[in-house]
T-cell receptor, first 114, second 114 residues
């Protein structure tokens, strides 16, 4: 089983709709979860982080975490064409020795149709 | 407050040459991470360094690749005797000592081996 799995897409949604992006992870010790957005030819940009079960909202973005199911999702409300990008899910594990590197999924390509 | 600086942005090397990629972390950040992204692939962790120390190099190929983060100056990722399969985008990220908010990535170096 891959450490972080995402549906590669493309996921197409009409402008104004809700886009739902999903991610599952294999390590039950994972403690921190991040969503990055990456436009074609650009570097990844951090858009959301979540550490506790439940929902976390930031503007049009909502991250949802369910540690029991090892599942994290990202909802984008009122999707805009400018949201068209690849969305990368990443997890990290904290140990006594310090940080562990982020492990990324392959990303889901989102296309918002005007 | 400058972000993570990577140079060069684009690098072309002939097979068998050496490639040197540089990364200067954000001010106040002492942890540096290198990732590689092949076309249409996710980000793959390569190496994690602190000043003068390699903390985790579990993602580095066993041969031809090396990394350093000296006391003074940028972190360097060196690829000796490059081959066409090394063509990729190489991203550097940095974080403060106790990361809790995710990484900040640089703009990346696009390496093309001809």
């Amino acid at each position: 089983q891959k450490e972080v799995e995402q549906n590669s897409g493309p996921l197409s949604v009409p402008e104004g709709a809700i886009a739902s992006l999903n991610c599952t992870y294999s390590d039950r010790g994972s403690q921190s979860f991040f969503w990055y957005r990456q436009y074609s030819g650009k570097s990844p940009e951090l858009i959301m982080s979540i550490y506790s079960n439940g929902d976390k909202e930031d503007g049009r973005f909502t991250a949802q975490l369910n540690k029991a199911s090892q599942y994290v999702s990202l909802l984008i409300r009122d999707s805009q064409p400018s949201d068209s990008a690849t969305y990368l899910c990443a997890v990290t594990l904290f140990r006594n020795s310090g940080n562990t590197p982020l492990v990324f999924g392959k990303g889901t390509r989102l296309s918002v149709i005007a | 407050n400058a972000g993570v600086m990577q140079n060069p942005r684009h690098l072309v090397r002939r097979r068998g040459q050496e490639a040197r990629l540089r990364c200067s972390p954000m001010k106040g950040h002492s942890h540096v991470y290198w990732y590689r992204q092949l076309p249409e692939e996710g980000l793959k962790f390569m190496v994690y360094l602190q000043k003068e120390n390699i903390i985790d190099e579990s993602g580095m190929p066993k041969e031809r690749f090396s990394a350093e983060f000296p006391k003074e100056g940028p972190s360097i990722l060196r690829i000796q005797q490059v081959v066409r399969g090394d063509s990729a985008a190489y991203f550097c990220a940095s974080s403060p000592q106790f990361v809790s908010t995710g990484y900040t990535f640089g703009s990346g170096t696009r390496l093309t081996v001809v």
